[in-house]
């Protein structure tokens, strides 16, 4: 797809700048600021990264207001972010689309209902009593598991496994390799060996979820684990048995939440937090990289570091442990001077 800058503008509804009153450039990409050439729309999110456009070659900028001396056009919008979004959608391969029906080499059981519009790739296997909505995609090797309901509009990318009893909202998607309604890490130690607790609640996914590559969403062993509608999964997360979590989540990679805890609204887990069990998360928390909460934490906080802190506080414990070197050193030679003064008052006596 290639546009001139008035098409460009006129597609993601933006204020044109500056724009050349001769010949137009043509703009067949976006890219960031330096590594934008003269066919590409770049963009500035914030003002830190100004100074940079001077030198970019990027035939025009996306920006929320319009910024002096730029030798460049300028599109301005009322949110970068959303015009991003338009112009990578505007941009992005055009792959060729799933087709609609069942493929030859899937395996279809009895009682099977299939919306309108499904496509169902090779090798899926699909067992007794699933519902799958309007225009879903199941993509080659998937395995969906009995009674499982899966809504319209979904998609399911390669290898993915829904064990049965799940159940899927509408505008779900799952990337290639995760497995949702596993049994969860529940198990009692009797008479000398680790035995399992059945699990027989299941996974409720709600609209507009969205799971990354190679994440795990464990099954209850009451009720349902449940994933609130909106929330955004990175790879490589496990979500634990009875773990509830709120709408509009974002939940980074290699995170792990235990199970039974709770998140509210709009919770933010950075890479690599870890959530003990049977704990809460306030709405509207953000926890970052690393950080390992063991408690309760109210809503709307800022935690940081292992154990979790308050990231005041946690920037605070970080300059006094980079300090901890240096303090080392200086306690040698303080011990050191102490030695040779008593030394000295030995000799004395």
Same mark, same amino acid.
């Given at each position: 797809?290639?546009?001139?800058? =008035?098409?460009? +503008? ?13 010949? #137009? ?13 003269? $066919? &590409? ?14 030198? $970019?070659?990027?035939? !025009?900028?996306?920006? +929320? ?15 970068? /972010? ?33 919306? $309108? ?35 319209? &509009? ?8 829904? @064990? ?5 909202? /509408? ?5 290639? /390799?995760?497995?949702? %309604?596993?049994?969860?890490?529940? @198990? +009692?130690?009797?008479?000398? +060996? ?17 799971? %990354? ?28 048995? /009875? ?11 290699? !995170?792990?939440?235990? %199970?039974?805890?709770?998140?509210? &609204? ?13 704990? #809460? ?13 063991? $408690? ?16 005041? #506080? ?5 300059? =006094? ?20 003064? #008593? ?7």
């Amino acid at each position: 797809m290639i546009f001139t800058i =008035h098409e460009l +503008a006129e597609q993601l509804g933006a204020a044109l700048v500056g724009a050349p009153a001769g010949r #137009e450039s043509r703009i067949d990409g976006i890219m960031p600021i330096e590594a934008a050439g003269q $066919s &590409d729309v770049t963009f500035v999110t914030d003002a830190k990264h100004q100074a940079a456009l001077a030198k $970019s070659r990027a035939a !025009a900028v996306i920006v +929320a207001k319009p910024i002096d001396g730029l030798p460049m056009p300028q599109l301005q919008v009322k949110d970068v /972010n959303a015009a991003l979004i338009a112009t990578l959608t505007v941009f992005a391969p055009k792959l060729k689309p799933a087709s609609e029906g069942v493929d030859a080499s899937a395996r279809i059981g009895s009682g099977v209902q299939l919306g $309108s519009g499904v496509s169902v790739g090779p090798f899926v296997v699909i067992d007794d009593g699933v519902q799958i909505g309007a225009n879903t995609t199941i993509a080659p090797g998937c395995q969906i598991g009995q009674n499982t309901r899966i809504g319209s &509009d979904c998609r399911l990318d390669a290898n993915v496994v829904v @064990y049965h009893s799940c159940v899927l909202g /509408n505008h779900v998607i799952i990337q290639a /390799n995760s497995t949702i %309604g596993s049994v969860g890490f529940g @198990y +009692a130690f009797i008479d000398g +060996a680790h035995r399992l607790i059945p699990h027989n609640g299941g996974v409720i996914l709600e609209d507009f979820v969205e799971i %990354g590559a190679n994440s795990c969403v464990d099954r209850a062993k009451f009720g349902n684990t449940i994933v609130g509608a909106g929330t955004k999964i990175d790879n490589l997360v496990q979500v634990a048995h /009875n773990v509830v979590i709120g709408k509009c989540c974002l939940i980074a990679a290699q !995170a792990g939440v235990a %199970g039974s805890s709770r998140l509210g &609204d709009g919770v933010v887990l950075a890479g690599q937090v870890g959530l003990a069990d049977n704990i #809460e998360i306030g709405a509207g928390t953000m926890i970052g990289a690393q950080a390992g909460v063991m $408690s309760n934490v109210g809503p709307g906080e800022k935690l940081a570091w292992t154990p979790a802190l308050d990231v005041r #506080e946690a920037v605070r414990v970080v300059a =006094h442990v980079l300090r901890l070197p240096k303090l080392s050193q200086e306690l040698k030679r303080l011990t050191a001077k102490v030695d040779k003064l #008593e030394a000295s008052e030995n000799d004395k006596g």
